[in-house]
């Protein structure tokens, strides 16, 4: 295999994100991250006590959702939010910029808005992930296009102190043609050209889209040190059926040059 098992694992941020979410579900959930050892869960801010204490000793960060899932609250909100998730156990936070702001050209706003919560997780020692909804970007905005918006607001967001930048939040559905609402989430195309538009410093995450093996690696191949995901068990157990098989095809090859 191209990578090994912890290598893609330890990529994986499990989302517990539905707004349907039972508690049920979420212990089952924190239960099958700490069975397939992944990176993090990452969750609502109500949830992140209940799910520190399911994952304590067990190697899987807790992250919680700020400003979840359109950006919209004022910037005073998110900061508190990520207060709290923080003392509730969170070790890292993804929020959500605020996306009109964004288009309108206020530059200052959304550099204010993210280095607010960079600031208040960083000083709890919580990293932090900026979340841009690509989906929404693809026309550009503020006099730029599509990809110069996304440069733009990568030199942002390193600028305000962010670990990771992230494609989307799973959740930015747009409205197609035919009156039904769809999202893209992580292209290979913005993935590229966010890891292209950061200095190493920063890192970028994958989120919506991705659902099996193949997608996921093609992830990592990008650049990507993350990617948010509900079929973690899928591409998992697909890993290990390609490595028995790998190792099963060598010792096949092995004993027949005997």
């Not at 747009?174 to 890192?203: F, I, W």
């Amino acid at each position: 295999m191209k990578y090994t098992y912890e290598q893609l694992a330890k990529m994986i941020d499990h989302s517990l994100l539905h707004p349907t979410m039972t508690d049920e579900e979420l212990d089952a959930g924190c239960k099958l991250a700490a069975q397939y050892g992944v990176a993090s869960v990452c969750i609502k801010p109500y949830a992140v006590k209940r799910a520190a204490k399911l994952l304590q000793d067990t190697g899987v960060l807790v992250g919680a959702v700020i400003g979840f899932p359109h950006g919209n609250s004022c910037t005073e909100s998110k900061r508190y939010e990520t207060e709290l998730a923080c003392r509730d156990g969170a070790a890292e936070i993804d929020m959500v910029i605020n996306i009109g702001k964004a288009l309108s050209g206020d530059w200052d706003y959304v550099e204010q808005d993210v280095k607010a919560v960079c600031e208040e997780a960083h000083g709890h020692g919580a990293k932090v992930k900026v979340i841009f909804e690509n989906d929404y970007l693809t026309q550009g905005g503020a006099g730029l296009s599509g990809d110069d918006f996304k440069r733009r607001l990568c030199e942002i967001c390193e600028r305000a102190g962010a670990d990771w930048v992230k494609t989307s939040s799973g959740y930015g559905f747009v409205k197609q043609p035919d009156g039904s609402y769809n999202y893209r989430g992580a292209t290979e195309h913005d993935l590229a050209l966010m890891r292209a538009s950061c200095s190493p410093q920063v890192q970028v995450k994958a989120a919506g889209g991705v659902r099996d093996l193949d997608g996921l690696i093609k992830v990592r191949d990008l650049g990507a040190t993350r990617c948010g995901a509900t079929a973690t068990a899928a591409m998992l157990d697909d890993y290990r059926r390609r490595e028995a098989a790998e190792s099963s095809g060598k010792a096949e090859g092995s004993k027949a040059g005997d």
